[in-house]
């Protein structure tokens, strides 16, 4: 049986949801990943949308002389939630501050206002309240809120960019020969029907997923994290609220200047001394176009709530993913189960596995019987995962108290090479020497496509996802047995 028949095989396995984020099962990933991450943007959008189609009616020339300013903000607050290193709070002030200028010029069209006289202004203007108490709640709660969801959203990029790069990592040549003994040598042995022992294959599994597991603790602390900050989007402030109803405040912030306008023109004057009058005729446009837009206040509550369930529901059912994917893979279509215990393959004949099975990680494999681990030497590809684990958990932490974080890329992506084949007897028959000197050869678990005997030659592997490979041997095992 030649290799192009077992990609196929490969494609359609995918024995956990995360693993579809870094394998090709594409259409749970999309259905779920990028519709949370358009939710958001798409709020965002709709708030936009909504001040375009009411402002210009409302306002009029406020609006039409000053669409960039509106603009510019959504597209920082766009920016922001995309990742850019931007300091929101100074963003919304900067906006707050341009929009009193331009709102008080409006109002104000028999003055001749400098931009010195601006600046006394605005030094004034947390004293004078001119939006009233919009921008303090909204800088509140808009922090809050987009801190909140991009780092949610980033730890789901950084979740998926550990799996891919961890799929990466390369089998080692213990590893693949003993995949090769649990899956194929009972077919050398004349034994097809014969399945593994469930024990046997666990073995196998935690001897070469022994680093991979090394990842459970802080991929824990990550997913705990991730519920936190989604706890974040419930509750009166949520965050479908607070960015699909930016206009809407905006709007009753110019409101409330417009209705308070006297009171504040005069403690403007007060403040800041009375300016100089304009030699320009004055517009009576501000006059007439007063009054609160009108907005479509109406939230998805309801699509949030039913996302934000959904994640955690996904997010719990992964926390275990590292330290499972030993049962994922050894389940009772591969093995023999619980039941037949002494009629399966225990690597040397037809009986009961009489070792015990090691517990999880890698300095736990140290008398691993069928995979020799060199427990002094931890795969640097996944110690650096395991760190930008960490490095998200504490981000997310940080998100859930509302302190604002900044993020970085994740390390370059690392893989192996080379190619190899076989099933040799001495392989097959006897347990793994712990000593170096008389290793057996490394083989490939992949029979060759002219489906001759062995040639003994390997060294390397062509590139390969790990996992992937774990895949394509257990389930070319029910392939053999129809």
């Known amino acids: 049986m030649g290799t192009s028949m077992w990609i196929p095989l490969a494609i359609n396995f995918c024995p956990g949801w995360i693993g579809c984020i870094a394998w090709p099962c594409t259409n749970q990933r999309e259905m779920w990943n990028i519709s949370r991450a358009?939710?958001?943007?798409?709020l965002l959008n709709k708030s936009e949308k909504a001040l375009y189609d009411t402002f210009p009616s409302t306002y009029g020339e406020l609006y039409s002389q000053n669409v960039k300013l509106f603009k510019d903000l959504y597209s920082?607050?766009?920016?922001?939630?995309?990742?850019?290193?931007?300091?929101?709070?100074?963003?919304?002030?900067?906006?707050w501050t341009r929009l009193l200028e331009r709102l008080f010029k409006l109002m104000n069209p028999q003055y001749h206002i400098t931009d010195e006289y601006l600046d006394c202004m605005g030094k004034h203007s947390e004293q004078h309240k001119p939006f009233g108490e919009v921008p303090r709640d909204l800088k509140l709660k808009a922090t809050r809120a987009f801190i909140a969801v991009r780092s949610y959203v980033q730890g789901l990029s950084v979740g998926s960019d550990v799996v891919r790069k961890v799929s990466q990592v390369s089998l080692s040549h213990e590893c693949t020969r003993a995949i090769m003994k649990l899956v194929y040598c009972p077919y050398c042995r004349g034994m097809s029907s014969v399945k593994p022992c469930n024990n046997y294959c666990h073995n196998v599994m935690k001897g070469c997923l022994a680093n991979q597991a090394d990842l459970d603790t802080e991929w824990r602390n990550l997913i705990d994290s991730m519920l936190l900050v989604a706890d974040r989007f419930d509750g009166p402030s949520n965050v479908d609220t607070v960015i699909g109803t930016i206009h809407t405040r905006i709007a009753e912030a110019i409101s409330n200047m417009q209705e308070n306008r006297e009171s504040i023109t005069a403690k403007v004057f007060q403040g800041c001394g009375n300016p100089k009058i304009s030699t320009k005729a004055s517009s009576g446009e501000d006059k007439k176009r007063r009054g609160k837009a009108v907005t479509d206040d109406k939230s998805s509550g309801l699509g949030l709530e039913k996302l934000v369930s959904d994640a955690k529901g996904k997010l719990r059912d992964i926390k275990d993913y590292w330290v499972a994917l030993p049962s994922t893979l050894c389940n009772e279509k591969i093995t023999s189960g619980s039941v037949n215990e002494d009629k399966c393959w225990n690597g040397m004949a037809k009986g009961r596995y009489l070792p015990e099975v090691m517990g999880d990680g890698l300095a736990n494999q140290i008398n691993n019987p069928e995979v020799e681990v060199d427990i002094t030497k931890p795969d640097m590809t996944i110690r650096q995962q395991i760190m930008q684990l960490k490095i998200m958990t504490n981000r997310l932490r940080n998100a859930y108290n509302g302190n604002d974080v900044d993020f970085q890329d994740a390390s370059d992506d690392i893989s192996g090479s080379g190619s190899g084949d076989g099933c040799p007897d001495e392989v097959c028959g006897k347990r793994l020497s712990k000593n170096p000197s008389t290793r057996q050869p490394e083989v490939h678990a992949i029979p060759n496509q002219s489906g001759r005997g062995v040639n003994g030659a390997s060294s390397k592997f062509l590139p390969s996802s790990f996992l992937i490979f774990l895949s394509v041997a257990v389930i070319a095992t029910q392939y053999l047995r129809r």
């Not at 920082?76 to 906006?95: D, H, P, Q, T």
């Open 38 to 42: 358009c939710y958001f943007q798409d």
């Open 76 to 95: 920082e607050l766009r920016r922001y939630y995309r990742g850019s290193n931007i300091n929101l709070e100074e963003a919304l002030n900067e906006f």
